[in-house]
């Protein structure tokens, strides 16, 4: 039975890869909106990418996005993942940031 699920996925994401969507077999992700806030006040550099498969090979969305002290930034561009794919951040320093993606989960 085909499904179509709202959710969120949150996380302090740190300077080691955080995955926020582990994919699944059967799966298709829309990916609506993500929300990066630092809360540290000091300002950090995020990325946001989606490991291919979960094998490894990275596919950067987002590079180095500057985010200032105490700041929030709001990524409203929709992609796709499917199946087995990651949905991966990572800061460049120890810092945490606050990330929140809002998605759609599809299942055939």
């Keep these: ?10 996380a302090v994401v740190t ?4 995955v926020l969507i582990n994919g699944a077999s059967g799966h298709t992700y829309t990916i609506l909106s993500v ?4 809360t540290a006040g000091a300002a950090e550099i995020i990325n946001m990418y ?10 950067e969305i987002l590079s180095d996005q500057d985010i200032g002290a105490n700041e929030t930034f709001v990524w409203n561009d929709k992609f796709v993942i499917e199946a ?3 949905l991966c951040f990572a800061t460049n320093s120890s ?8 998605y759609l989960d599809q299942t055939l």
């Design 84 to 86: 087995t794919d990651h």
């Design 1 to 10: 039975m085909a499904s179509e699920v709202l959710k969120v996925a949150h």
């Design 35 to 38: 929300s990066m806030c630092e």
């Design 50 to 59: 989606i490991d291919d498969d979960g094998g490894g090979t990275d596919r």
């Design 15 to 18: 300077n080691s890869e955080n």
């Design 95 to 102: 810092a945490a940031v606050h990330v929140v993606v809002s």
